[in-house]
Structures are given as C-alpha cells and as structure tokens.
C-alpha cells in the first residue's frame, strides 16, 4: 500500500505528482527545484543558493515522512550546467555525511521555472 507524504513546509507540487510516496520502507521522493516553500519562486539564480535550497526542500519531505537524510540511499541530481558540479558537491557536505548515499548526476538541457538544478532521493526508513 503506498502513502503520500505532503507538507507545507516544503514547496507545492508544480504538477501531478506527490511530493513523496511511501511504499513499504522505502521512501521515494519527487525531485526538488530552488522554490521557497512560501513565495513558491527560485530563492537566486546562485547555483549555491539554489542547491542549499533545494537540500532544505528535501529534508523537509524526509523529515516529513519520518525520516533523516542519514537515510537516504540514492540521490538523482539533475543540471542545467556540468560546470556547476563542484559547487553542488561541496553544499552536500554541509547536508550528507559518510557514507554518502549513491547518487547519478546528468545534465539537462532544462529545469521547471528555469532552475539551475533538481535532485530526487530514495529513503530507506529504519
């Protein structure tokens, strides 16, 4: 049986999909752009900016769902820019601690709202 996680804190969904569904233990969240959950725009064109928020949507639908980014077992991260990736990387380590979860990185030619990046995560709950 699956569950739907939705919170306020985080961004509304900008299409048909949930902000994460629940599936037995595993957590699949939808991936998030740089929105401010209240003004529902980017927070900066900063790829910086963007990635810390964007770290901060998906905590808050983890946490959501009850669970931590400890937790997380598979990130899909999405740019618009492969120049970006270093700045990327080094916001996850203010989030991610090792073990570091596996991630995919891809570039994409775009992003909703015009967004610099999306990441997605797969969670495991203990």
């Known amino acids: 049986m699956k569950k739907v996680i939705q919170t306020e804190l985080a961004p509304k969904a900008i299409g048909p999909y949930s902000q994460a569904v ?14 401010d959950p209240t003004t529902m725009t980017l927070v900066s064109d900063d790829i910086a900016a963007q ?17 931590r980014l400890e937790d997380v077992v598979k990130l899909t991260i999405y740019l618009t820019d492969l120049a970006d990736f270093a700045v990327v990387n080094n ?8 073990p570091y979860p596996a991630r995919t990185t891809v570039a994409v030619a775009a992003l909703p709202k015009e967004a610099k990046l999306e990441i997605d995560a797969i969670m495991v709950k203990r």
């Open 22 to 35: 629940d599936v037995g233990n595993t957590v699949y969240c939808s991936g998030q752009i740089a929105l």
């Open 91 to 98: 916001v996850m380590t203010q989030f991610f601690n090792p």
């Open 51 to 67: 990635a810390i928020q964007v770290l901060t949507n998906l905590q808050t639908v983890i946490t959501a769902a009850g669970g």
